[in-house]
Each structure stands twice: as structure tokens, then as C-alpha cells.
């Protein structure tokens, strides 16, 4: 799986054929088989594998008890978007790919139930201490959730425009505070854009 990521993201996907990763690892055509069906196969495993570092990158953030939910959710959204960004050209052939439209939709339906209880962990953590205020927690963060989702299929389009992708940090970042009900609390979610356009 290593290798095909390397040689998707060197020649691209459409350009990766099943022999060109078989040379890679000196692996034959029954060994492959053994494992995967096809190359889309291969590229839905990498997906998955994503998702699954995705959790258990923000899971630490979660559970650190000397951070306030505030505290948490700029960091949580900022690992979320930060590791997304080093597998970017993944998600876009995953986007792009002539996959089933339900193939597609079960892959994210399955990795957001399991970054809910994260999420959610979270916002009860800031309803608990003041700094958040909901009436109906799990409901609100399901339906931001719905817009995360949105900005991560428009992240690889996005993404090498510093201008456009700031304005979808701000939007974010003023949509989340306004439903979560901070009350003068500005959020900070991708605090490594400042740096980078700063750098710039």
C-alpha cells in the first residue's frame, strides 16, 4: 500500500498501473490478488488506512485534560485539516475516481460516526464548563460535521489558494462560533495559515 501511495502520488493514479506497483515491491500477480481485487481496491484501503490515522491523531487531543474545549476544538480542527493536507492528491482521486456514488458515501458515513464521539466529547466538555452553548449538542454537531465534510472534498481545489483558502477558514471558523454560541471567543482553527501566509 506504501508503494502505490508513492507511485499514485509520482505519476498519478490513472498513470499507476497493478504491474507498475508489483515491480515496486517484487510481489507477483497471485500475491496481490490474494489481498486486493483491483487498483481501486487498492486506493479504497488507503483511504481507509487515512481515516483511521485521521482518529487516532485527534484522540490524544480529546482525552489531555489541561485543555480547555476551546483549546481543543482549534486543535482538533487544525490536525484534522493539517494531515489532510499531506494526503490531499489521495482525496482527490477518491473525489474524482469513477467510484460508486454509495461506495463513496459509506467511506465517509463510516469515518464520521467515528469522529463524532470525539467531536462531541468536545462541545460537552464546553457546555460543562460555560464557554459553549448548546441545546441540543449531538444534533449540532452533526450538522457541522455536514460542512467539515464540505470543506475536505473542497480542500484539494482550494488549497494552493492562499486567498480562497482563507476565506473558507474564516467562514468556518465565524459559522462554528456562532453555533456553538461563543460569546466573546474568537476561534483560531487553522492557526498554521496565519503562519505560512506570514511567511509568505
Not at 14 to 30: A, M, N, P
Not at 81 to 89: A, D, G, L, N, Q
Not at 103 to 113: D, K, P
Request: glycine residues 4%.
Amino acid at each position: 500500500m506504501q508503494a502505490a501511495e508513492q507511485l499514485f502520488l509520482s505519476n498519478g493514479y490513472e498513470k499507476t498501473t497493478v504491474e507498475d506497483i508489483l515491480r515496486k515491491v517484487g510481489l507477483s500477480k497471485g500475491g496481490f490478488y490474494h489481498h486486493f481485487q483491483s487498483k481501486e481496491d487498492v486506493l479504497l484501503g488507503l483511504i481507509d488506512l487515512m481515516m483511521d490515522q485521521v482518529i487516532k491523531e485527534v484522540e490524544p487531543i480529546v482525552t489531555n485534560q489541561g485543555l480547555s474545549a476551546v483549546e481543543k476544538l482549534e486543535l482538533f480542527f487544525q490536525k484534522h485539516v493539517e494531515f489532510k493536507k499531506t494526503k490531499v492528491k489521495l482525496l482527490a482521486y477518491f473525489s474524482e475516481q469513477k467510484l460508486s456514488h454509495s461506495l463513496q458515501l459509506s467511506r465517509q458515513s463510516i469515518f464520521w460516526q467515528n469522529y463524532k464521539p470525539h467531536f462531541l466529547t468536545i462541545v460537552n466538555q464546553g457546555i460543562n464548563e460555560g464557554s459553549m452553548q448548546v441545546a441540543c449538542p449531538e444534533q449540532t454537531v452533526e450538522l457541522l460535521l455536514v460542512v467539515f465534510s464540505y470543506i475536505k472534498d473542497r480542500l484539494p481545489q482550494v488549497l494552493d489558494d492562499v486567498e480562497a483558502f482563507g476565506k473558507y477558514v474564516s467562514a468556518v471558523e465565524e459559522m462554528t462560533e456562532r453555533t456553538l454560541g461563543l460569546e466573546n471567543i474568537h476561534l483560531h482553527l487553522l492557526r498554521f495559515v496565519d503562519q505560512e501566509n506570514e511567511e509568505a
